[in-house]
DNA sequence: ATAAATATGTAATACAGGTTACATTATTAT
DNA sequence: ATAATAATGTAACCTGTATTACATATTTAT
């Protein structure tokens, strides 16, 4: 694109990617530029000029997150014919990112933005909504379910909704605390029995 | 006590009260000192006279905190003879205090030091222990269930501890987003059917 | 070859936030 | 009354952290 000056020295993508990592362990407060500039092997400036400042960053850091979510736990949710399948699937799928050794114990969208300064609010309120999206998804995926005729009708898809994504901040919360793949998939199976009991039987 | 010298011109538990309402609110690194002084309406020089340091300061606040799990919560559970009952009016209880109009609508222990820099990491940790007796409450409480035989041998207390505690975490996340009081109650409910299909029919 | 354009690193800047020094005030003990 | 003790408020200090100024380096266009 860039045809003329100094070519960058780094790649734009994986210095994201680098970052995203940073910021999925510690945060967005929790994360220093310092953090940044040792993770990515860039000074500050290079770092300013490619993405904007540390709120950009990380704006961007969380639009190279959503894939992995999207094409993950949602693609299988969306993807699996079979409701029971579809979230037993899906609920180990948050198992294994949030235990993966190849990334941070948790999910960035539900951890990384809790607690801010009034300055940092806007990255509250932007996982905030993803938050939302991420029900709303759940939501949709069981009004399907109901219309497949594949849980009883007089379930109610936002109250399952509500409920395992409940499950799945609360699972998010535990793997940070260093909770076990072994454990977390003992708690999805549990919460996978309410499922099973609302499902009809054919 | 100190009888000599210049009488201090707030009370101690009251001020600790305030700020435990605003580091309930907003996390450890979210709180600053001035939203302390705020709160408390005395300078910074005479919180840290009376407390300590910021860190300090927030143990106390913790400390503070405690009685009202220990009072409500964990009282209930153990106070109530009959689990499934338990587990109903400690999870009421639970969203209760999320979503009750007298406090931020979320849970301390939970939300307040997720992430943190780190020279902040030790109120991480202090939490995470915190959590981890949580749990163990739990875990005793479902224990002396299965001694009593109110529920199924094969049933194991730790695993239905990490469920309901992880509702519990999930359901503080959810309220910190706002989450209603009825739709909290619903999860609730939903989590219920769980121990319910355990319990031994009388 | 020279100019234009962009990237890079060093070093400075700006600012927020925790903490402390110090003078003042209010109390008790003698 | 005076000294001793402790609390208070003002104002400063210090440090960590985000951001930027500037000189230098590397590329393309003419």
Redesign the interface.
């Known amino acids: 694109m860039a045809v003329v000056g100094r070519p960058r020295t780094f790649d734009k993508d994986e210095a994201l990617t680098k970052a995203m990592y940073v910021f999925w362990e510690?945060?967005?407060?929790?994360t220093?530029m310092a953090d940044l500039v040792d993770s990515i092997g860039m000074k500050a400036p290079s770092i300013y000029a490619a993405f904007g400042n540390k709120d950009a960053i990380f704006k961007h850091v969380v639009s190279h997150y959503l894939p992995i979510v999207a094409n993950g736990q949602l693609a299988i949710l969306n993807n699996t014919p079979n409701i029971d399948e579809a979230v037993e699937k899906t609920l180990n799928e948050c198992v294994r990112l949030f235990t993966s050794k190849d990334n941070p114990h948790t999910c960035l969208i539900?951890?990384?933005a809790?607690?801010?300064?009034p300055e940092n609010v806007e990255h509250v309120e932007a996982l905030?909504d993803l938050?939302?999206y991420y029900k709303t998804a759940w939501q949709t995926r069981f009004e399907k379910a109901k219309l497949d005729k594949q849980i009883e009708a007089a379930t109610?898809p936002k109250?399952?909704a509500?409920?395992f994504?409940?499950?799945?901040?609360?699972?998010a919360?535990?793997a940070?605390?260093?909770?076990k793949k072994s454990?977390l998939a003992?708690?999805s199976e549990?919460?996978l029995?309410?499922i099973s009991?609302l499902m009809i039987k054919i």
């Open positions: 510690k945060g967005y407060e929790g220093t539900m951890t990384a809790i607690n801010t300064s905030r938050r939302k109610d109250s399952l509500e409920f994504t409940t499950i799945v901040q609360g699972m919360l535990r940070k605390d260093g909770a454990d003992t708690t549990i919460a029995k309410t009991s």
